[in-house]
C-alpha cells in the first residue's frame, strides 16, 4: 500500500521569497517520488522525480526536493518565488514494482503575492 | 521530450449525447494509458488503465459501460463518455507510459479536456 499526504492545501508566500510544499509518503517499497505542477485548466507538467539515485533532486525553474527516508518526505523547495510559479502543485508516488499504483496527493495551491 | 497530445481541450455538449475525447502519444509508443478525472480543487482521481489491444482495467466504482475506452494502437486511446449528464461534467486527463520506459518511470500528461453538460 502506499499513500501521500501533502500537508498544505494552500501556501502563499511574497515574490523574492523562499517556497516550500510539503509532501509525506507511504509505501510499502522503495517509491519512486514526483513533483508535478498543474496551471489552470491544463495537464501536468514533471518538475522533478526521486527514483533510488541522489536524494537531493533539482528539477526546472529552479525547483528541488530532498528524499529523506527517515522523515518519509520529498518535500518541494525553490530559493525564490516568482509570479509565474502560482498553479497546483501535486506529490506523487510511484511503486517501483510493477505497473501500478500511481498515487497522487490532494494538491497544494501556491499563492505568489507581488 | 515525450508528447502527449489529448483533444479536444474543452466541449460542451447536451445531457444524453456522448463525447470522445482522444488521447495520442505523438513520439513514443505508448502501451499504457492512464485516464483521470479531476474534481474542481481536488486531486486527480484514475479511472481506469488501458493497455495496448486489451481491455481497459476499471477502477472501483466507475462505470464501464458509461466511460469507454479503447487503445487500439500504440498512439492513441479515447474515452467516450455515454449518454452524458451534467454530473459527469469534470476534467479529464490523460497520461501515458511508453514500453521502454521503467516502471516507476515518470507519467507524460495530456493537457485534459474540460467536459461541461447541459
Known amino acids: 500500500a502506499q499513500s501521500v499526504t501533502q500537508l498544505d492545501s494552500h501556501v502563499s508566500v511574497s515574490e523574492g521569497t523562499p517556497v516550500l510544499l510539503r509532501c509525506n509518503y507511504s509505501?510499502?517499497?522503495?517509491?519512486?517520488l514526483f513533483w508535478y505542477v498543474q496551471h489552470p485548466n491544463k495537464g501536468l507538467q514533471l518538475l522533478l522525480k526521486?527514483?533510488?539515485?541522489?536524494?537531493l533532486v533539482k528539477g526546472i525553474n529552479g525547483f528541488e526536493a530532498e528524499f529523506k527516508k527517515s522523515e518519509t518526505s520529498f518535500h518541494l523547495t525553490k530559493p525564490s518565488a516568482h509570479m509565474s510559479d502560482a498553479a497546483e502543485y501535486f506529490c506523487?508516488?510511484?511503486?517501483?514494482?510493477?505497473?501500478?499504483?500511481?498515487?497522487f496527493g490532494t494538491g497544494t495551491k501556491l499563492q505568489v503575492i507581488p | 521530450g515525450a508528447v502527449v497530445s489529448q483533444h479536444p481541450s474543452r466541449v460542451i455538449c447536451k445531457s444524453g449525447t456522448s463525447v470522445k475525447i482522444e488521447c495520442r502519444s505523438l513520439?513514443?509508443?505508448?502501451?499504457?494509458m492512464f485516464w483521470y478525472r479531476q474534481f474542481p480543487k481536488q486531486s486527480l482521481m484514475l479511472m481506469a488503465t488501458s493497455n495496448e489491444g486489451s481491455k481497459a482495467t476499471y477502477e472501483q466504482g466507475v462505470e464501464k459501460d458509461k466511460f469507454l475506452i479503447n487503445h487500439a494502437s500504440l498512439t492513441l486511446s479515447t474515452l467516450t463518455v455515454t449518454s452524458a449528464h451534467p454530473e459527469d461534467s469534470s476534467f479529464y486527463i490523460c497520461s501515458a507510459r511508453g514500453g521502454r520506459e521503467r516502471v516507476g518511470s515518470p507519467l507524460h500528461f495530456g493537457n485534459g479536456t474540460r467536459l461541461t453538460v447541459t
Open positions: 513520439d513514443f509508443q505508448a502501451t499504457t
Open positions: 526521486y527514483t533510488s539515485a541522489a536524494t
Open positions: 506523487v508516488v510511484s511503486d517501483m514494482r510493477g505497473y501500478q499504483k500511481v498515487t
Open positions: 509505501s510499502s517499497y522503495s517509491p519512486s
